[in-house]
């Protein structure tokens, strides 16, 4: 009988590709369209492997796709750097590594790329509009986690539920003394500004209000 086979493995499986793929889904719009394809094709995959309908690659195959997919992205962006590059690099990366999550680290690694790209959501909008989507992103990377940890433990889904809530809301008061308290940064966070567009100078290409959000910009020239 495989690893998968179980009813707790399987539940722990559920749980890891929904927390992957609902941070694949928050960058909809932001990278390519074939992007958010191959994510939720590895995540389909994997549901299939764990249930039995489906066997997951070899090693050849995930190598071969991992340069593939590496290639695509450095042909698109002519970088791997930056935002944009950076989060479409992330979510494929991520769909490779789902294929090969049947151990307990493996899971855990695609939790972690999960909230990666959570974060990585965050600093592409910070809408107030999209605050229940991140909230909802990290609940469920929560109960990925318990799951993916101790996944023979006996917790029901409601239990767990209340868990990883109550862990949330132990945080939220630590979260809110780090937004009051940690020092602001000069410039845009990390140094992420708008890559196409021109901060101290003018760019080679020019578009209607490019001037004035030149001249509305705070960062530093010097």
Same mark, same amino acid.
């Given at each position: ?8 493995? !399987?539940?722990? /499986?559920?749980?890891?590709?929904? &927390? ?15 992007? $958010? ?38 042909? =698109? ?11 479409? !690099? !992330?979510?494929? =990366?991520? &769909?490779?590594?789902? !294929? ?5 680290? %493996?899971?855990?690694?695609? $939790? ?15 809408? =107030? ?33 209340? $868990? ?35 901060? /101290?100078?003018?760019?080679?290409? =020019? ?11 705070? %960062?530093?020239?010097?």
């Amino acid at each position: 009988m495989s690893e998968q086979s179980t009813a707790p493995q !399987l539940r722990a /499986t559920h749980w890891v590709v929904g &927390a992957y793929l609902l941070g694949a889904l928050l960058h909809l719009g932001q990278v390519p369209w074939w992007v $958010i394809v191959v994510a939720c094709a590895a995540a389909a995959w994997a549901l299939l492997a764990a249930h039995g309908h489906a066997r997951l690659p070899g090693r050849v195959f995930k190598v071969s796709l991992t340069v593939l997919l590496t290639g695509a992205v450095l042909a =698109m962006f002519h970088t791997l750097n930056g935002l944009n590059a950076g989060s479409a !690099l !992330l979510v494929l =990366m991520g &769909a490779v590594k789902l !294929l090969e999550a049947v151990a307990r680290r %493996d899971r855990l690694i695609v $939790i972690g790329v999960a909230l990666y790209m959570l974060l990585a959501a965050c600093l592409v909008s910070q809408q =107030m509009l999209r605050a229940p989507l991140y909230l909802l992103q990290t609940w469920v990377c929560c109960m990925a986690l318990l799951f993916a940890a101790h996944p023979d433990a006996p917790v029901s889904g409601r239990a767990a539920a209340r $868990i990883s809530a109550r862990s949330l809301g132990f945080a939220l008061p630590l979260a809110l003394l780090l937004f009051v308290l940690f020092p602001r940064l000069s410039g845009s966070f990390w140094s992420l500004g708008d890559a196409g567009q021109a901060q /101290t100078g003018l760019s080679d290409t =020019m578009s209607p209000g490019s001037i004035s959000e030149l001249g509305t910009s705070f %960062d530093p020239v010097f």
